[in-house]
């Protein structure tokens, strides 16, 4: 067999046995885990500044309303094809984004009116 030969045959040939790609972390199933854990997850940190400062100055509420429509969404789509990760993994967004909206509620800036019109001074008239 010439080398050319080898080298095409070669590189025919699957990278990997099946019973070796069972074993690679990278498979399907582990990267969509991966995906699902750290998106469900995600805004976790930024709850959880929001409880620790009780400020909400640096959340967009459009952004809290936009990704909780996008995971209802996301969560009706898995219950249509009744696929458990999708189920799960938006159910718990779901949940973590009404806390966010609750808190946001709470614990946003009130606006106050003001007329313009300075208040009358204090003292002896």
Not at 16 to 26: C, D, T, V, W, Y
Not at 82 to 104: H, K, Q, V
Not at 113 to 121: C, E, M, Q, T
Request: proline share 7%; hydrophobic share 45%.
């Amino acid at each position: 067999m010439d080398l050319a030969s080898r080298e095409s045959s070669s590189s025919r040939r699957p990278v990997h046995s099946p019973e070796e790609r069972s074993f690679i972390p990278a498979s399907p199933e582990f990267i969509g885990y991966a995906a699902a854990l750290l998106t469900t997850f995600g805004f976790v940190p930024q709850v959880v500044k929001i409880l620790r400062t009780r400020s909400v100055s640096d959340v967009s509420f459009p952004m809290l309303l936009q990704y909780s429509m996008g995971c209802l969404l996301w969560l009706v789509y898995g219950l249509l094809i009744e696929n458990a990760i999708l189920i799960g993994a938006n159910g718990i967004s779901l949940g973590i984004f009404a806390a966010a909206i609750a808190l946001y509620i709470r614990f946003r800036p009130r606006s106050h009116v003001h007329s313009g019109l300075a208040a009358p001074a204090e003292g002896p008239a």
